[in-house]
């Protein structure tokens, strides 16, 4: 509220109303602030007479709040008579506030000054505003505000101290994001009992409803929110990543979930190898290639990752072999031009013999799977002679303790080092040998962060033996 005081914005501030349990009582939130308004006698000079008490700092400037209104005469108001409600502290009885435009308004009786009852309810305060009426004190720096929209879910990880309070934060939240039907909370960590990274979750408020649709990376997905992992806070590094993948390329996605990385990149026609051992995330994962399209280019697969990397690398190669590829029909003719087109044939993009990009997003373990790189192109060393292909870039997303020096980057240097048997060295260049280029992700706890770590496969690792 600006060039007001923080006496003049306290008005607008909700009544205190501490309240526990699992009701929300929203009348209590009803308020009147008296202020004042200048009638404006002619509906003509609405517009010069805003802008000019704006300027002087006259006029109401509260969010979410108007400062033209009905007249309250209903006779007024039918005619479509208006007020402008003018600030706090400004009273129909005392002149030294008012301004010299005010005055001389007044003065030649195109405004009146007059009391006006300002009626607030439930549906003008935030859901901060609501909170901090609701809430103790103590709780006030610490107001839950972060949650994981997904779809109409809204996704809750409450601290323990927050239980009595649990249900109303819920239900605020409800009122106050339009697209938010149904709101859970955590209750367990995620990963620490499904392997599949799901989790056990109370429903709040809304209907037990967790299947929702989503957009994201101009691709559409549809899932069940309880069977599968997402996580729309990284939505930024899935189009970081889906960035540095060139059409016509090859990606292979080890664990793909339902492929924000897969699907966005098959878009842009990248060839893709998706991957995911959790048979629900393979379901809605070719839900989303037949939903976006993109079955040219995306392949699905529900299998270990373990095994997966070496597979894909061999299936690639066969199927390059084989000729395969993605055959792109023409345009149509626009049906705008009299000139009789000329027939033109599809175009075959081949798929290329080699991975050029292997993503790795399970930050929990994915460094655990890099030995079973070993190999993965033994005994065809000669598809990387003449420059003619590189050896794939390596995407691993990893957690490490959060520090502001370079402490937690040399960690996951050295336990790359140790699963690849080859000394790797923290760097700004994934081109140069052995160098890992580490990008900072996300904050995930006070005290830990997630990390992709991107380097070249070192030919040791590449074009060693196969165990």
Request: hydrophobic share 40%; with cysteine.
């Amino acid at each position: 509220m600006s060039g007001q005081s923080e006496d003049e914005m306290s008005i607008f501030r909700p009544s205190i109303v501490r309240q526990a349990g699992t009701t929300l009582n929203r009348a209590l939130f009803a308020k009147t602030v008296d202020i004042a308004a200048a009638r404006v006698n002619d509906p003509r000079n609405i517009a010069k007479y805003r802008k000019q008490l704006e300027k002087e700092k006259v006029i109401l400037n509260a969010d979410r709040l108007s400062a033209v209104v009905n007249d309250p005469d209903e006779t007024l108001a039918k005619q479509g008579r208006k007020c402008l409600l003018l600030r706090p502290g400004i009273k129909p009885e005392v002149t030294d506030n008012w301004g010299s435009t005010l005055k001389e308004a007044v003065q030649k009786e195109e405004l009146k000054v007059m009391p006006y009852e300002l009626k607030l309810d439930y549906n003008y305060w935030t859901y901060h505003d609501v909170m901090s009426s609701i809430l103790p004190e103590e709780f006030h720096d610490d107001i839950p505000s972060g949650f994981n929209s997904v779809g109409h879910v809204a996704h809750l990880n409450l601290r323990s101290r927050f239980d009595p309070y649990k249900k109303l934060v819920a239900e605020v939240l409800v009122d106050k994001n339009p697209l938010i039907r149904t709101v859970i909370n955590k209750v367990d960590n995620v990963g620490a009992e499904d392997v599949y990274r799901t989790f056990q979750y109370e429903v709040l408020a809304g209907p037990d409803d967790m299947d929702v649709e989503i957009t994201e990376g101009g691709c559409t997905f549809a899932f069940n929110y309880a069977k599968v992992y997402w996580n729309s806070r990284l939505e930024t590094e899935h189009r970081r990543l889906v960035h540095l993948f060139k059409p016509g390329e090859v990606l292979c996605d080890v664990m793909a979930g339902i492929g924000p990385f897969a699907v966005p990149a098959g878009k842009k026609g990248v060839f893709v190898w998706a991957n995911d051992m959790n048979p629900q995330s393979f379901k809605y994962l070719e839900t989303a290639i037949q939903k976006n399209k993109v079955g040219q280019y995306v392949r699905p697969f529900n299998e270990d990752g373990r095994t997966f990397i070496h597979k894909a690398a061999d299936d690639v190669l066969a199927a390059s072999l084989r000729g395969e590829g993605a055959t792109i029909a023409p345009k149509r003719p626009s049906r705008s031009k009299p000139v009789a087109p000329i027939a033109q044939e599809p175009t075959h993009i081949p798929l290329p013999p080699v991975i050029s990009h292997f993503v790795m997003n399970l930050p929990a373990s994915a460094i655990e799977f890099l030995h079973r790189y070993k190999g993965l192109y033994a005994g065809h060393e000669d598809l990387f002679t003449d420059g003619r292909n590189k050896l794939p870039l390596i995407h691993v997303h990893c957690f490490a303790l959060k520090s502001d020096d370079e402490v937690p980057l040399i960690d996951i240097c050295e336990r790359i080092t140790a699963e690849l048997g080859v000394t790797m060295h923290y760097g700004s260049d994934p081109e140069k040998e052995n160098e890992v280029v580490i990008h900072d992700v996300r904050d995930v706890a006070p005290a830990k962060r997630m990390f992709c770590a991107t380097f070249r496969l070192p030919t040791e690792v590449a074009f060693a033996a196969r165990d």
